[in-house]
T-cell receptor
């Protein structure tokens, strides 16, 4: 069964806009929530991560918002740039068991 | 500090042949994970290994697939008698030895094509 649901499947944003990708998880035992960025032909690279004891984490233009009661978390990309065009995966893990969302293909138009 | 290394980067096999994919984790990492990614799809967990031990192989097909992480050398994902449906990108990731929730660092992947 799919333990992490990610939406939307694809997203088109104008340069300078805000990109928002949402994820929901089922297993309340998950205690670590990373986001990965993947460019075509490359492996996923860790972008930013959060633990459930905080509701928000910001690193540069990237922010994770976390809602523990709703079992949801989201990635916000501020001032989106064409170089941000990639596929983004959310994930949730407990110990060394990590489950990934299906991915969101982001296209930032110049 | 070298990242996770995978080889070969591209592998072409005919149906019925064997495919061997290798993964060298980051220095100091003793946990290795294998994932499969089909075109336009997400990452599907296959197997989690520590040195000389398979910890979780719940995502591994029961037949034809096997994995190992020997005391010395890289982790190996082995696919016997490959079929066209095995064509995919296979990614290896590694994480540190200490317990708890830790980042997994991915290699560049091996793209397997079965003809």
């Amino acid at each position: 069964q799919q333990q992490v649901k990610q939406s939307p499947q694809s997203l088109i944003v104008q340069k300078g806009g805000i990109s928002i990708i949402n994820c929901a998880y089922e297993n309340t035992a998950f205690d670590y929530f990373p986001w990965y960025q993947q460019f075509p032909g490359k492996g996923p690279a860790l972008l930013i991560a959060i633990r459930p004891d905080v509701s928000e984490k910001k690193e540069g233009r990237f922010t994770i918002s976390f809602n523990k009661s709703a079992k949801q978390f989201s990635l916000h990309i501020m001032d989106s740039q064409p170089g941000d065009s990639a596929t983004y995966f959310c994930a949730a893990s407990k110990d060394n068991d990590m489950r990934f969302g299906a991915g969101t293909r982001l296209t930032v138009k110049p | 500090n070298a990242g996770v290394m995978q080889n070969p980067r591209h592998l072409v096999r005919r149906r019925g042949q064997e495919a061997r994919l290798r993964c060298s984790p980051m220095k100091g990492h003793s946990h290795v994970y294998w994932y499969r990614q089909l075109p336009e799809e997400g990452l599907k967990f296959m197997v989690y290994l520590q040195k000389e031990n398979i910890i979780d192989e719940s995502g591994m097909p029961k037949e034809r697939f096997s994995a190992e992480f020997p005391k010395e050398g890289p982790s190996i994902l082995r696919i016997q008698q490959v079929v066209r449906g095995d064509s995919a990108a296979y990614f290896c990731a590694s994480s540190p030895q200490t317990g708890g929730a830790y980042e997994q660092y991915f290699g560049p992947g091996t793209r397997l094509t079965v003809t």
